[in-house]
Each structure stands twice: as structure tokens, then as C-alpha cells.
């Protein structure tokens, strides 16, 4: 006999409780969790880095395509952004005007280096025998380092870069004199900094637009020495003494005489130095005469604890911003850019370019624009290098290859100057200011 279940009647069936379901209630929960699906796959997109998508991601994309966001929390590649340029802008407000005068005005300085009769002078004082002879010796000796190393090697200086280099070498040990305080012009004895007085004609003339004034320390003398801060080249030449102003501005122009591509590199925390132009390495050269230093761009900031803002470089063709090679770590070692947007130092940058380049063949112009192309390449490597390290120093391992940076040569402290001076400018090797720094604009060089 068959049974029948007495529950059958009277219940109703799952298909008669569909039935009874409101079409309306059915939409409302369909797309509650289309919602919370998207939501969840929104979510889990965030959380995770970018991949490729699994084969459900991919099956499923086609019968529930997603919608664009609008708002992607991925930033955009490195390469989306590294070929935007910056947009050269004239200089609008009183700060920007202001310093494009002063780079405008101090722009002039290498180009007294042109003049005809001063190269003469320059070559009377240089003892070109001695520093020929001395080029001559080191280039044979550079040669033949590269010969033993292998045929197709190159020196690494070439001959005039030789000579370069022993005119540095006289002009610091030989010719200039550096001045802390003049001694008494009656007695010899040490002087003491009255303050400033005005030039007289004289020395307005040959340049000088301050003088410094001294008084002897002797009780019974007192007599007072002036020590004009002479610009004239000529000027220095015949006094053969002064401070970083007048070093730089005397060897530069000695390079120039003997046949080197010189610039004047000024500084805006009060310091100016040189570099010559080396057709061996296809680069500009660091060189200042007061350190008897060649080709040490982190000099400044590394081993005296100099930090700087500006580093521009001045010649007959132009100007350049060099500070990414004086300062290779802003972070430790720069000062705010703060006297004018980027934008504007570009657009000076290349006002002083125009200004000196207009005159020029279109073939010297089209050298300088691949020197200059070349150059901002060299200035690039620098930050890529520089952010490498930074990289390599976070890098738990690398502390195993940490000894191998110790190979390198420390960077001495300055060596110019008397030591109570060196420390009230920050270059004594600490980077700390003395109560006098930094000094006001165009004092103390």
C-alpha cells in the first residue's frame, strides 16, 4: 500500500513559495550583491599590488563588465613624468627681478678675461718654461700609465689639462698671497679689522668697491692699513694678494691666457672658484686655486660642511646651473631655492645664453647646444647616483658592503683662512654656522 506523507497537504511547496515572492523584492536583492561584489573587487584591487588577472577574473569580466574608476589610486609611471619639462617663466615679482639683475651683473666677469692687452699681461708674469716643461713630464707619464694598462687606452688627462694643473700649482704655492689681516704697513706687526671705508678714486677706479680698513695692534704705532677688494684683474695681478674673490677671478683669467675654456663659478653663500674645460674627458673641471684642488666638486659639501644653494657657472658662452655637481645631496647638503622659481632661473639661464651666444655661426651654436645637452646629462647621473646610494643605505644587506665605501678619500676641511674665520662661515669641516654666517651678500670672499 502506498504511503502517502501526511505533509504534503496543507504545506506549500518551495516553487509555490517563489511564486508568492515579490518581483520587485527579487530585483532589490540582485543588485544589492552585484554591489557588494563590485565593492569587495574594488577593495581587493586596492589592497594588492597590479597583476595580471586570474582566469576567473577573466571569465567573469564578460558577463559582469565593471566600470571604469574615476578615481585610480595607482600614481603614474616614472616614465609618464620624466620627459615633462619645466617651462621657462620671465620673472614677475620684486624678489625674481632682483635676482636676475645680480646674475645678470656678475655675469659680465668672465668676459673681461677677453681682453687682448690683459693676456699679454697675464703671459708676462707666468713662467711658461717652467709650467710647460712640468705639463710636458706629468702627459708622458699619464701616456704611459694608459699604455701599460692596454693599447686602445685612453690618459686621463690630456696635455693641456697638464698644464692646467701645474698652473695651479704655482699660482698657489708661488705667485698669490692669501690676506686674513694685512700686517702694518710701518711696523709689521699683526693688524686689527676697524670696519669698512670708502674707496678713493684710485682705487674706485681700478675696481675696488669696498675697502677694508685695519689698525696695528702695537699700542705705540697705531697706524692703519687699508686693503682694497679689488675686481680689476689687473688690479690683482699687480698686488698678488687677496682672499677667494680675488684668487678666483686672478686664475681664471691665467687659464684663459694660457688657452683654456674657463668659467667663473659663483656662489650665493659667498664663495667663487673655477672650472676649465677638459677635451680629453669632454667635461667641465672643478679647480679652485685657493685649495689647490682639482676635480673635487664634493669638496664643498662634503668635507668642508658647506651648504649651498646656488652654484652658477659664468663664460663667454653663457651661464649653467652646476649646482647638482657641488651638491649631490640636497638633503644634507643644500640650502633652500628660494629667490626665485625654478622657472625663472631657467628663463635667466638662458636670457645670459642668448645674450652671449647671438653673435655666434650656427655651427658654434649647434657645439654649444650638444656641449650643453651633454652636460645635463653628466648633471642627471649625479642625482640618480646620489639617490642610489640613499637606496643602497636602507638596504639592510648592504651593510656588508659598507667597508667598501671607506675606500674612498676623505675630503679635507678648508685649508684658506684662518681658522676662527673658517668657522664663522661653516666651512671647517662640521657644516654648523658661526654667528656670522652666512655672511651678507658679496663680504668676506
Known sequence: ??????????????????????????????????????????????????????????????????????NSVVPPSYSSLRNIPKVATPPQDPGSRKFRNLLVAV???????????????????????????????????????????????????????????????????????????????????????VGMTPPTPDEAARGAARVELYRCSAAECGAYERFPRYSDVWAILQSRRGRCGEWANCFSMLCRAVGGRVRWVWNAEDHVWTEVYSEQQKRWVHVDACEEAWDKPRLYSEGWGKKMSYCIA???????????????????????????????????????????????SKEEKRRLIKEDEREEKELRGYVVQALAAEIEKMIPTSTTAAPASGNEQKLPVRQSGAVEWRQARGENGHGQPGPDHPPREGEGR
Not at 629667490?339 to 647671438?358: C, D, G, K, S, T
Request: hydrophobic share 30%; charged share 25%.
Open 314 to 360: 659664468f663664460s663667454i658662452d653663457g651661464a649653467t646651473d652646476v649646482t647638482r655637481r657641488y651638491v649631490r645631496n640636497p638633503a644634507a647638503h643644500g640650502l633652500d631655492r628660494n629667490r626665485a622659481p625654478e622657472e625663472v632661473l631657467l628663463y635667466i639661464i638662458n636670457e645670459i645664453r642668448q645674450m652671449r651666444r647671438e653673435s655666434l
Open 107 to 193: 655675469s659680465v666677469t668672465p668676459l673681461k678675461y677677453e681682453n687682448p692687452g690683459l693676456l699679454d699681461d697675464a703671459l708676462a708674469v707666468i713662467p711658461l718654461e717652467r709650467i710647460y716643461g712640468e705639463a710636458e713630464e706629468e702627459s708622458q707619464i699619464l701616456q704611459a700609465q694608459a699604455a701599460s694598462i692596454g693599447d686602445n687606452e685612453k690618459p686621463e688627462w690630456g696635455y693641456q689639462d697638464c698644464v692646467i694643473r701645474a698652473l695651479l700649482r704655482w699660482f698657489k704655492r708661488t705667485f698669490m698671497t692669501w690676506v686674513n689681516n694685512p700686517p702694518c704697513p710701518i711696523c709689521a706687526t699683526p693688524t686689527v679689522a
Open 1 to 70: 500500500m502506498a504511503h502517502q506523507n501526511p505533509n504534503r497537504q496543507g504545506t506549500p511547496t518551495a516553487q509555490q513559495q517563489r511564486g508568492n515572492l515579490d518581483a520587485a523584492d527579487l530585483t532589490d536583492r540582485f543588485e544589492q550583491l552585484l554591489s557588494t561584489r563590485r565593492l569587495n573587487n574594488l577593495a581587493d584591487r586596492s589592497r594588492s599590488r597590479p597583476s595580471s588577472p586570474s582566469p576567473f577574473n577573466q571569465s567573469s569580466s564578460h558577463h559582469t563588465p565593471r566600470p571604469a574608476s574615476t
